[in-house]
């Protein structure tokens, strides 16, 4: 992004201050029908200044009909946006409840759920998420700036579109107002408005749960070659919580590699973690095969492996996540070795500028 498209976008975002907002798609895929629910629901456009009408009714069903949505039967053109006659009320939108307002638009042959709400409650709930609410306030701090920033990032990447982020570990974990506790609110209030970046532009702000040892840089990562993406080292230490086994069988592994034959290691990055397998012949990058076997299962890309019977293989791993950006088992050595928010953001995204948009 060029610098000045980037300061323009920043004064935008800082225009907007308080008011900021974010749009989260709620759940992994649309439904054909779903339930709002809410006390004193009211209806209206998919804006913020509405005109919201008053529902006579604390539930609404919405169905998918032939190119549009019914709800509660009526025919509607385009998506609807739902809120509550009491802000202090939260809505409950499939399973989750959730701050702010919802917004049902259709999609394909089903509706989607997009959660609207400020971002300061945003960051609340993804950092009950994210990290453990037992961690020190200045890690959970770090973690906040790193949270807000990626929203943000994502935000300007899509402007415009229905939906900035997703709710799955795939963007941050949402989990609506059940994921919000005391801790995580007071750490987003301390960092209200802060985020990160780097030639004036918010950064990609990636995080993980532990690298044990040394972050991964954005390229081995995630293909993203940024400058406040290198490869750092790290306090986080080798813990049990932090060791894995992943057996696969012969069938799984055909279906990632589409053949049979024995999985090997055929390079490593420059942190020693997997950058390609090999098996019969075919070969996949590490990122790849990550996402082929499941990332429950294949916890990093810091793994050896080694045979078992009947074809398969038994991966020993170190350290969770992608291992680019924040280590958040690392921020947490940090703060308990007394250092501050800035200091863990300064560490892990080097060369970046933290700024105040509200
Ligand atoms: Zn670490």
Redesign the pocket.
Known sequence: MRPVLAATLLAAASAAHAAETVRIAMGERPEREVVIHGKGLQLGPDSEDGPFQPLDRDEVRIRHVGDSMEVEGQRVNGPVRFRTSDADHWIRAGTTDVRGEVVALPKGSKVLLVNVLPMEDYVAAVLGGEMPVSFPTEALKAQAVAARTYALQRKIEVLGQPVHLGSSVLAQVYGGVNRENPRTRAAAAATAGQILTFQLAPIEAYFHA??????ETGLDALSRDLPYLQSVA???RPGASTRWKADLDAAALERAFGGRGELRVAARTGTGRVRRLELGGRSLSGVEFRQRLGYDRVRSLAFDVSPTPGGGARLTGR?LGHGAGL?Q??AKEMADAGQDYRAILAHFYPGTELQTLY
């Open positions: 532990s690298c044990e040892g040394s972050t790290c306090e986080c350290g280590s088992w690392g």
